[in-house]
């Protein structure tokens, strides 16, 4: 998977356009497909504009659903633009939550199941509309615990739970 920085403009997007398509041989040539991961600093629509731009069969989306919240698109608007183009999920579940003085904000992350995505709905839409047999990387975005080793406990501990709980969506 690849983290792209948002072109500027059309001469911007029709340059990447480009740089990928000259890359886009050698992924073909070696079976690997190429998955473009959604940010909040490029809005999906045009991450999906660039992806079919590109026009080869192993390029496509890393879905994040947490990844563009902070540009306020939500799960099911990333979905709308990226399941189809699907080559990759990358799985972890969230909690937002209204800062304590009521103005703004955070998004907190939780082991899977625990937070607020329905991963029901989630793979369903992946499953249904994506093209391919997409893989998953299961993520955490473990709150600092106050140390390092309190942090990788915590995030052990979600790794398991989210393990526990995926298989009961994906049992295979």
């Not at 792209?4 to 340059?15: F, K, V, Y």
């Not at 937070?115 to 975005?141: K, M, T, Y």
């Amino acid at each position: 998977r690849a983290n792209l920085q948002r072109p500027d403009g059309e001469e911007g997007m029709a340059a990447a356009v480009e740089q990928l398509q000259s890359v886009m041989p050698a992924y073909e040539d070696a079976g690997i497909g190429l998955a473009l991961e959604n940010y909040d600093h490029f809005p999906v629509a045009e991450l999906a504009h660039l992806i079919r731009s590109v026009d080869s069969s192993h390029i496509g989306s890393c879905v994040d659903p947490g990844n563009s919240l902070s540009c306020n698109e939500d799960t099911a608007h990333v979905l709308d633009a990226l399941a189809p183009l699907a080559l990759n999920l990358h799985v972890k579940d969230i909690a937002i939550f209204r800062e304590p003085y009521n103005m703004g904000f955070y998004v907190e992350g939780r082991a899977c199941g625990q937070g607020q995505l329905d991963f029901s709905w989630l793979i369903n839409r992946i499953r249904q509309e994506g093209p391919h047999d997409v893989n998953a990387i299961l993520e955490c975005w473990t709150p600092w615990q106050g140390s390092l080793q309190a942090s990788l406990h915590v995030e052990d501990t979600w790794i398991k739970e989210s393990i526990r709980f995926l298989r009961t969506l994906i049992p295979n």
